[in-house]
């Protein structure tokens, strides 16, 4: 015998990953108590070795194109792995793409973001998952379309396959905007709409970065004589024909493997005006509201994910004759890193409830500078937690690498970091009640924190000069998002939790890298609510 195997961390698994205080808080406060035992099935289901078995499965095998069949015909076919179909069966089963419309009781939001957090065992499903739960307020605004497509995008039966949508159990919708020119200034797009004499529109031009080509229907934006204009695109016609969207490739990306992204060219491709012509950013943009939120909905979960990845490897391990997690050093990294993903996690969830209760003017510019710090920090936060693990972390097996890769991805979709910043300058000099709603919200915190108390002002003192706040519209985003996440975990988090946040990243006393908090916080209690109970 060579060696002795010892001293190994046991495989995570056989835990609720709904299993979160900051999580079932927030259901409870933000009205959705009653979806508890729901998000706990879904929660204990991502946790068990099959599932996560699955994700990694769907990871290691990408989708492939066919782009023809053996005789030469065009066919633009996405094969998946099994395990992508047991993923998203799972996911659409449980609701995360249409609950909220097709059963709008008080909360349903809120559940279904917890649910879309729990089940986070690979990121790539939930792309074609987000953008269908997207999809049907934007369609709302063409009635005729919405009374056919609305059920089968909220039916709860995955049903894969190219075959016209009518026939089908269910169907899944994606969207179509980017170009190889414009990236975010969609306005540059040059595909274009021409009208036939029975109301449809013929599309002629290319999609640079069109995710999940095997759905069922597409939100495509072109330019018709009208201006800019949303399109409802299906991928094959009532006849059973395919209609012309070309695949050219699928993308060769650093992350989210497992879902396809393709190039499209449309060769008189048959849609559907949604909405105006001329209107189509306004009619898409919630739409691109709904993705983001997700957006923050996923980077809470990685966060989360590498945390618990993080505290269970130290709550195992053995360093220099005691457990790793026992070293006052480990416990500070431990112990940022929580704070972080409950942050993280609580804004999230109150950005939901704010989507229940259709608070527009406060969601309009929390969500802009959310999207834009929660989507900042996970990258740094996986690499802290990577790094928890030493060279076992750097190594696939850990599953923290897969996380890496996809950490950046929610911070570029649906708008990059300067988008999401100068979104915030847009909300605030168009529509000045967003920035009152914002204020109104974080001031229900006065008086409990000196540091936030501070914060809030210097807030407001950096919106006075006007002249450069175009080069500063990042560190404003950063503010506000800091004094929203301390307000919020002030009045409703663990008050260790929020002590520690507020002394960190508000008073000052903090460093760059995570494991920099000061000293006489309550780091014990921090890192116990983080550590995830197995069996």
């Given at each position: 015998m060579t060696h002795e195997v010892f001293n190994q961390v046991p495989p995570l698994a056989g835990h609720d990953v709904s299993d979160d205080a900051a999580l079932i808080d927030g259901l409870h406060r933000e009205g959705a108590g009653w979806a508890e035992e729901e998000v706990r099935v879904l929660g204990r289901l991502a946790g068990t070795e099959e599932a996560q078995e699955h994700g990694r499965l769907a990871n290691e095998h990408p989708p492939v194109l066919r782009s023809h069949d053996r005789y030469g015909n065009r066919i633009d076919v996405v094969e998946f792995h099994p395990s992508w179909h047991y993923l998203m069966e799972t996911a659409v089963g449980h609701g995360l793409h249409g609950r909220p419309w097709r059963d709008p009781k008080p909360g349903a939001h809120v559940a279904r973001a917890a649910?879309?957090?729990?089940w986070r065992v690979d990121a790539g499903h939930g792309c074609p998952i987000s953008m269908s739960y997207a999809a049907v307020p934007a369609l709302r605004l063409q009635p005729d379309l919405a009374a056919v497509y609305e059920p089968l995008l909220t039916s709860e039966t995955y049903d894969f396959g190219l075959r016209?949508?009518?026939?089908?159990?269910?169907?899944?919708?994606?969207?179509?905007?980017?170009?190889?020119?414009?990236?975010?200034?969609?306005?540059?797009?040059?595909?274009?709409?021409?009208?036939?004499?029975?109301?449809?529109?013929?599309?002629?031009?290319?999609?640079?970065?069109?995710?999940?080509p095997m759905c069922d229907l597409f939100l495509t934006l072109a330019q018709a004589?009208?201006?800019l204009t949303c399109f409802l695109v299906p991928r094959v016609l009532p006849d059973g024909s395919l209609n012309p969207l070309r695949l050219m490739r699928l993308k060769d990306k650093l992350g989210n493997k497992s879902n396809a992204s393709s190039e499209v060219e449309y060769d008189q491709a048959v849609a559907w005006r949604v909405g105006d012509e001329g209107r189509g950013v306004r009619t898409i943009i919630e739409m691109v509201n709904l993705t983001r939120l997700d957006c923050v909905i996923g980077a809470a979960a990685g966060m989360r994910q590498g945390l618990i990845l993080a505290a269970h490897h130290a709550a195992h391990r053995q360093t220099f004759g005691r457990t790793l997690s026992t070293h006052p050093l480990m416990q500070n990294v431990l112990a940022d890193l929580a704070i972080e993903s409950e942050a993280a996690t609580t804004?999230?969830?109150?950005?939901?409830?704010?989507?229940?209760?259709?608070?527009?003017?406060?969601?309009?510019?929390?969500?802009?500078?959310?999207?834009?710090?929660?989507?900042?920090?996970?990258?740094?936060?996986?690499?802290?937690?990577?790094?928890?693990?030493?060279?076992?972390?750097?190594?696939?097996?850990?599953?923290?690498?897969?996380?890496?890769?996809e950490s950046p991805l929610n911070s570029i979709w649906e708008g990059s970091g300067n988008v999401a910043a100068l979104d915030l300058l847009r909300a605030m000099a168009k529509e000045p009640e967003t920035l009152e709603a914002f204020f109104a919200e974080v001031e229900l915190a006065s008086g409990a924190d000196g540091n936030l108390d501070a914060a809030i002002r210097q807030a407001k003192d950096s919106l006075l000069d006007l002249g450069t706040i175009e080069l500063r519209a990042r560190r404003i985003a950063e503010r506000f998002a800091l004094i929203l996440q301390a307000s919020l975990l002030v009045r409703h988090g663990h008050p260790a939790v929020a002590d520690a946040f507020c002394a960190s990243r508000l008073g000052g006393d903090w460093g760059i890298a995570f494991g920099t908090l000061p000293p006489g916080l309550n780091l014990a209690t921090i890192i116990d609510r983080a550590t995830p109970k197995i069996g």
């Open positions: 649910k879309f957090y729990s016209a949508p009518l026939g089908k159990a269910g169907v899944l919708a994606g969207m179509s905007m980017t170009e190889k020119q414009g990236g975010s200034d969609v306005r540059a797009n040059t595909t274009t709409a021409t009208e036939r004499p029975d109301g449809s529109y013929r599309l002629v031009g290319h999609k640079w970065f069109t995710s999940a004589p009208g201006g804004v999230m969830t109150r950005l939901a409830g704010a989507t229940d209760r259709g608070e527009t003017a406060f969601k309009r510019l929390a969500l802009a500078i959310t999207k834009y710090w929660v989507c900042k920090r996970w990258p740094a936060h996986t690499a802290e937690a990577l790094e928890c693990l030493g060279g076992n972390g750097y190594v696939e097996d850990s599953g923290l690498p897969r996380l890496f890769r």
